[in-house]
Structures are given as structure tokens and as C-alpha cells.
């Protein structure tokens, strides 16, 4: 037996070398056997002995394969419990200890097996929905892979008992227990929310929330997942041991009764969200052993998924997961919630050629717009222009000069791009305006009082003329 309390503490991987040492003997002095007792000391030096005798360079990739692979693209090779399915021929190797992953399925390929109980299950989320049905069978395939060149993350958004619990089981049930890890946005933003990432193939948010995260966590919380789903290389923080370098290729799925507002400015991170919405409920006639009956089908389900893989590898013309035509609207609103900046553009701003506005004049627009929609943002005028550039990347901050002498006057022009240098200026819709004391003018016209401190909008132009 192990010493009391030493094994409670045993990492898995620990537990597996005391059982082997636990089962040896030792030699002692007229070449008698003995049981070998071992103690932490015997099995941490083991394991540090067996660290050095397997260590692989950083270029060695996981899944990988000692030797010749038998196929070029190692990312789709995945371990069942009957051999080795490569995903996009359907070809099934024989077990080897040459195939290096820290993943395997829980249950073994089928090419025959169906899943009708699973398909009728996704006619009943979104009925009359084909589209959405097909598009969640594309995130199922891609999660059985390590491909991240899409750049892709899911989130799927209902009401209570609409089925997305069951789907996040369901998932589970398939891509299996070693492989998947469910955790919290909060846990995420904290300084070792990385480490549980590390070999997993699916990181699920089962019931996402942003009420826990501190605000000076949440850009925090965007550069991660934006890593994440960019597939880079990253230095993940561990605790009590060294920090892991190397590139994290768990599929992000975030499941939530409401649209999350998480902070990115450039309207990157929401670009790379493919979003479903779940309409139906089925509270008052929920079916409580569905899931176990969807996990018998496991095999089906995973014929089903590789059908959906192969229209994600050869869609066009850009590969990837489907965004359903039924969830484009919250897609729209996520980019909406994460972007207040991008939202002023689309609200109070004209871009074309024929427009031009003072950064200041423009800065001026956003502190007001900001007062009347209730939002607050520490900002300077730098920083302000810099965000706008990072939504309208098209454009850019100038210093236009008159009579060969450089102005303060700054605009907002477009790079020059073949040799023809088009002009492209940000204007507000309320065009040219100014601040003269406690009043803001435009064109003469007194539009609004403000004070030190805005508190009460009393006029606001509602139409406008182009600046001539």
C-alpha cells in the first residue's frame, strides 16, 4: 500500500508508475527477492528518468507518428477503440505505438452504423431549420480533428430546456472524457485558466456567464480565445511547474441562454464566432433519458459528422463551418455587443470619398454618443482614433498640407493602394460641428447643452447637409 495520503495526491500519470513499482521486487544482500516498497521519492525519481528518455524536440507535433506516416495529414488521423480512422478516406489502420496522441474515442468505427433517434432530435431543435442541422454536424466533424486553420469558434444561444445541455453531453459523449474539459469564462481569464486546455480537443462553456469576470479581466478574455482560434503558439502558465510553449488546438463552444458581451473593439473576435439559435423549449416535456439513448448512437452520429467534414474541407469559396442563415441576425448582434465603436460607426457615420471630419470634431461625436447610450470608456483621442482604424481598417489619419505647409488639421484618408491614392473620409452623419464654450455648434446652429458633466440632451439634429 501506499503511504498514507501519498496516493490522494498522485497525479494519474503518477498513480501508473507506483502500481508498476508496487508490483516489483527488489534484490537484497544473497541475491533474495523481496517486495519493493516505493515512496515518493522512488516514484518522482522514476518519472523525472522516464521525462528525459521520451523528450521530443518542439517541432515534433501531436497527433504525430514515429517514423513514415502512413498518410500526409496527421491532424485527421484519430484513435478509436477498433484502430486508427483517418478521417477523410475512412481508412482504419491497425493500433501502433508508432501513432503519438494524447487522444482516443471511447467507442469504435462503424461505417454502417445509423442514428435515427439523433436525427430526429435535431428536427426537433430547429425544425424546418436544414440548414442549422447540417451546420452543427460541421462543428461535430471538426471537433474530432486538430485542424485549426479556420479560425473558428461556436456558440449556440436558446432558452431554458431547448436542447443545448443535451447537445453539450452529447459532445462530450463523443470526443470522450480525456479529450474534453468544461470550464467557466471566469476561470478562463484567470492566470492559470490555459492549463486544463493543454491535449484537449473541446473546451466547453456549459452554461456561459461574464458576471464573475472582473472588467480589467475581459480584454484579458479576448486575447485568449482570439489566440486560441488563430491557432498561434502560446506560453500557457501552469502551476507549480514551468510554462508550457506550444500551439492549443481544443475546438472553443461557449452555450448560453443570452448573447455575452465580452470586449474586443476590432470586431475580430466576433467575426470568428459561428452562432446558432435555438428557438424551440421544451420545458414541461423534456425526455430525461435522451442522452443516453443519443450516446448509443455514437457510432452513427460519427458517420453522420465526417459526411459534414468533407463539405468543410472543400466548401468555397471559403472553407470552414457554416453560419445558418437563422443565426446570422445573432451573429450581427454579438458583433453589435462586443464593438461599441463599431456600432457608433454604423449609427452616426458616413465612409466615402466625399468625407472628411477633424479627429478631434469626431472624438467630440463619440463622447456625446457615449453619454446618451449609457456607456463609459476612459479613452483619449488616441486611443479612440486608433480603435476606429482597427474597425474601418481602410482608413487612416492624416496631416493635409496647404500652401507646402502641414496643418493641424488631421482627416481620415484611405492607403494608397496600386499607385492611386483614392481619399476616404469618416464623417458623421451630424457633419462638422465644434465645441464653442459649454455649447456644441453645428453650423451655427446650437444643438445641445453640455455642461462639465453631460447630463441632459435637450435637441439633436436629426438631418443635415454635406459640408460644402
Excluded at 473558428?152 to 444561444?157: E, G, I, K, R, T
Excluded at 491557432?231 to 448560453?256: P, Q
Aim: aromatic share 8%; charged share 25%; glycine share 8%.
Amino acid at each position: 500500500m501506499a503511504p498514507t495520503g501519498f496516493k490522494l495526491t498522485m497525479t494519474r500519470r503518477a498513480q501508473d508508475v507506483w502500481k508498476q513499482l508496487d508490483a516489483a521486487d527488489k534484490i537484497v544482500k544473497g541475491g533474495k527477492r523481496e517486495r519493493f516498497e516505493p515512496s515518493p521519492h522512488h516514484v518522482n525519481g522514476t518519472m523525472d528518468a522516464l521525462r528525459g528518455a521520451t523528450s521530443l524536440p518542439k517541432s515534433t507535433l501531436m497527433p504525430g507518428w514515429f517514423g513514415p506516416a502512413p498518410v500526409d495529414d496527421m491532424q485527421e488521423m484519430v484513435a478509436c477503440q477498433n484502430g486508427m480512422l483517418h478521417l477523410p478516406t475512412r481508412r482504419l489502420f491497425p493500433h501502433t505505438p508508432r501513432f503519438w496522441s494524447a487522444n482516443v474515442l471511447e467507442f469504435g468505427y462503424d461505417p454502417k452504423a445509423k442514428a435515427p433517434r439523433f436525427e430526429q432530435f435535431l428536427r426537433e431543435v430547429w425544425p424546418d431549420d436544414d440548414e442549422a442541422q447540417q451546420s452543427l454536424l460541421e462543428m461535430f466533424g471538426l471537433s474530432f480533428t486538430d485542424i485549426t486553420k479556420y479560425h473558428q469558434a461556436f456558440m449556440l444561444v436558446g432558452p431554458p430546456r431547448g436542447g443545448r445541455g443535451t447537445i453539450g453531453r452529447l459532445l462530450h459523449g463523443l470526443i470522450g472524457e480525456e479529450n474534453y474539459v468544461g470550464t467557466t469564462l471566469k476561470a478562463l481569464s484567470e492566470p492559470f485558466g490555459l492549463e486544463s486546455f493543454i491535449g484537449k480537443k473541446v473546451v466547453a462553456f456549459p452554461d456561459a456567464r461574464l458576471e464573475g469576470v472582473h472588467p480589467r479581466n475581459l480584454s484579458t478574455l479576448a486575447e485568449r480565445l482570439l489566440t486560441i482560434t488563430g491557432g498561434d503558439d502560446m506560453h500557457v502558465n501552469r502551476k507549480n511547474a514551468k510554462y508550457w510553449e506550444g500551439k492549443l488546438t481544443a475546438r472553443i463552444v461557449l452555450f448560453s441562454n443570452e448573447l455575452l458581451r465580452m470586449q474586443d473593439q476590432s470586431g475580430a473576435l466576433a467575426s470568428r464566432f459561428v452562432v446558432w439559435q435555438m428557438r424551440e423549449s421544451f420545458l414541461g416535456r423534456e425526455d430525461f433519458d435522451l442522452t443516453d439513448k443519443l450516446l448509443a448512437e455514437r457510432p452513427g452520429i460519427l458517420n453522420l459528422a465526417l459526411e459534414a467534414l468533407d463539405r468543410v474541407r472543400t466548401r468555397r469559396p471559403r472553407p470552414g463551418v457554416l453560419q445558418c442563415k437563422s443565426g446570422l441576425d445573432m451573429s450581427q448582434d454579438l458583433a453589435d455587443l462586443l464593438s461599441d465603436v463599431k456600432v457608433f460607426i454604423d449609427q452616426s457615420c458616413d465612409i466615402g470619398p466625399q468625407h472628411e471630419v477633424l479627429v478631434a470634431a469626431l472624438f467630440a461625436r463619440w463622447q456625446l454618443w457615449c453619454a446618451q447610450q449609457g456607456i463609459r470608456h476612459s479613452w483619449g483621442s488616441n486611443q479612440f482614433s486608433a480603435k476606429v482604424v482597427s474597425v474601418v481598417p481602410t482608413i487612416r489619419r492624416g496631416r493635409p498640407r496647404t500652401d507646402g505647409r502641414s496643418t493641424a488639421t488631421r482627416h481620415w484618408a484611405r492607403e494608397e493602394v496600386d499607385g492611386v491614392s483614392d481619399e476616404w473620409h469618416v464623417e458623421k452623419n451630424h457633419q462638422w460641428y465644434r465645441w464653442s464654450g459649454h455649447y456644441l455648434v453645428y453650423r451655427k446652429k446650437v444643438i445641445a447643452s453640455v455642461c462639465m458633466t453631460i447630463c441632459t440632451i435637450r435637441t439633436i439634429c436629426s438631418t443635415c447637409s454635406k459640408r460644402k
